[in-house]
């Protein structure tokens, strides 16, 4: 496939853009750092090729995380094939919560605790989430995901609380 001319302009800005909301979604997808790395290169390349073919009919935000996503949900079903299934929220296990921490170590045991609750979602709803978590909007997440601004929002509500009363439950164990 030899690139069109704006593929590789358009992709370093977009990568420039939203590399860290790339990595954000990496990480809340695969818990093991080199998966972890090869899903987010992954990305990138899925991003890069699909430039050749992006008609501009949506923001590009919202084509990045598209992609992104769709590369996100392959990589989980894959890893689903090969390992373990997904449980439902409701069956998430307590996790260990840090205690006698400093404030920085705290902060980043609650990001991680937090991505190992959203990493237990079925794909729909870790897809939803994390697309709520990087600050989109009910009719931004639709457009991504193809559901109706409706059902996100009915979603998002029903998610939050659940994560709330979850990472409260691993504060507490």
Known sequence: MSPTPDQDARYLAA?????AAMQRLARATEANAER???LLQDMHVALWRSFASFDERCAVR?????VAHNVAASHVDR???QRRPFVDLEEIEHLPSAQNVSAEVEESEAV?????IIRKLGPPDRQIITL????LDAASIAQVTGLSAGAIATRVSRLKSQLARLFQETANV
């Open 112 to 116: 991680a605790r937090l991505n190992a």
């Open 132 to 135: 709520y978590l990087e600050g």
């Open 36 to 38: 972890r790395r090869d």
């Open 15 to 19: 990568a420039d853009e939203h590399g």
């Open 79 to 81: 890893e689903r094939r």
């Open 62 to 66: 919202t084509w990045v995380y598209r």
